[in-house]
């Protein structure tokens, strides 16, 4: 007896063992999302995924090779050629859509192999925000697979810190870079006119102070150019300020986290490549 239960124990396969199936998830179909809000969305989906013990989340923009083209993604053929560039076994569709009294976001699991729909999943969403769509996120991938249950290092849902990155949405380091060099430039450009003003004021004070004959005009001349220097210096150093504060603002709105950097997915060995602005996962 003790010896069947030892061979039964390790005869019986746990989670981790169990050959997963590999989950395509496509981009989200949403029209009032910005392109940054879209790709944190499929990135929490992906996580989301990831965290059913037996699955292993996959991206479109793997199976983005000269082979495989983009094409609808209502498509079933459109699908298998996806899947089947990544050896995936099924598909999940998402889409938010605006109702009359509110929004829903439906989630589609569709199985490559046959063309079954394994599974459709509705959540209302309240609010104009975004970030409820995040929200609801990890009960619908539940129910969506339920019978896959939650890894046990895994905690469903998605995060508060994640879903208040949602709304506004992050800016790219690229921002935050060209309003800095933007201060930069500007205070250059307010700083040379202020050394020319200085220029023209001494070649003013000089020929004031000579003993000859002065010429009115060109002293005029040199009074003129000195005041107009010193205007647009004036000018640059007002902007410089104004885009130093810029600068200062969108420091603490820019996305420091996700910038280019390698994201480990949970338990299935795969890996996201944030791409900042453009979202892309590969």
């Known amino acids: 007896m003790l010896i069947l239960a030892v061979t039964l124990l390790f005869a019986t396969p746990t ?16 029209v009032e999302l910005s392109p940054q809000q879209k ?9 989301e995924v990831d965290k059913r013990g ?13 082979d495989v083209e983009a094409c609808p993604t209502t498509e079933t053929t459109c699908l298998s050629k996806l899947a089947n560039a990544l050896g995936a076994d099924e598909v999940v569709l998402t889409q938010e859509a605006r109702l009359a009294n ?15 729909i394994m599974g459709a999943v509705t959540r209302p969403v ?10 609801v996120l990890g009960d619908a991938v539940a129910e969506l697979f339920s019978e896959c249950p939650l890894r046990p290092d895994a905690v469903a849902g998605v995060p508060p810190s994640m879903a208040e990155r949602f709304h506004p ?17 500007a205070f250059g450009t307010g700083l040379t006119y202020a050394m020319l003003a200085n220029d023209a004021r001494r070649a003013h004070n000089r020929l004031a102070t000579q ?15 000195s005041n107009e220097r010193q205007s647009r210096a004036t000018l640059a150093y007002v902007a410089t300020a104004l885009f130093a504060v810029t600068t200062g603002v969108s420091y603490f709105f820019t996305d420091w986290r996700e910038g280019l950097f390698v994201m480990p997915m949970t338990q299935a060995g795969a890996e996201i490549l944030a791409i900042g602005v453009g979202g892309r996962y590969e």
């Open 126 to 135: 309240t609010g104009d925000h975004g970030e409820e769509l995040l929200l």
């Open 15 to 30: 989670p981790d063992l169990v050959a997963s199936t590999r989950v395509l998830v496509l981009p989200l179909s949403a």
């Open 211 to 225: 003993n000859t004959v002065i010429d009115g005009h060109e002293l005029q001349r040199l009074a003129r150019l």
């Open 102 to 116: 509110g929004r829903v976001l439906t989630l589609k699991r569709i199985r490559i192999r046959d063309g079954e």
């Open 169 to 185: 949405p992050p800016l790219p380091r690229w921002a935050f870079a060209a309003s800095a060099g933007a201060t930069a430039l």
């Open 54 to 66: 037996g699955l292993a989340a996959v991206t479109q923009s793997l199976a983005e090779t000269d």
């Open 39 to 47: 790709a944190l969305f499929d990135h929490c989906l992906v996580l």
